[in-house]
């Protein structure tokens, strides 16, 4: 999928926002710069999170209540080396049913997350433009990418 500027990063994200049901994990991919926040504030949107969604880059993580009853969950691992007890709080909270969990830079957790995972990456091929490819890890986010895929035809 290609994308050609902030808006219709924001949008695709929002129609993430919309398709997701609670239990998911996805990781974005991306240098600095991709689009990782942007596509995060549209999820934020499509799950009806009146909230402005921020990055975590420096506090770790941030949390979201959505109308529906779902939890955003936002993580960004940039500074961080190594899991500790991060680790332990990504498991609970993978594992939880009405989160909807997003991490940027995930290599201190990546033993932590769960194979079942959406990893979206972001590729920059100009300054504005980005190219998406979605890569499901195991059942429940192949439906999500497939429903993904499905309405951006």
Avoid: C
């Avoid at 990456?121 to 439906?143: C, H, M, Q």
């Amino acid at each position: 999928m290609n994308v050609k500027s902030d808006i219709e990063m924001r949008h695709f994200g929002e129609l993430i926002g919309r398709l997701v049901d609670g239990g998911e994990v996805l990781e974005l991919i991306g240098d600095v710069g991709a689009g990782k926040t942007t596509l995060t504030k549209g999820i934020g949107l499509g799950m009806a999170i009146s909230e402005p969604i921020q990055s975590p880059t420096f506090t770790i993580s941030r949390t979201y209540e959505s109308p529906r009853g779902l939890t955003l969950m936002h993580y960004d691992f940039y500074r961080l080396q190594e899991a500790g007890i991060m680790g332990d709080e990504i498991r609970e909270v993978a594992a939880d049913p009405a989160s909807v969990v997003v991490v940027e830079w995930a290599g201190a957790v990546d033993d932590d997350l769960p194979e079942d995972r959406l990893r979206i990456f972001i590729n920059a091929t100009a300054e504005n433009e980005r190219v998406i490819k979605l890569v499901a890890g195991g059942d429940r986010s192949a439906v999500l990418a497939a429903k993904l895929e499905e309405s951006l035809k």
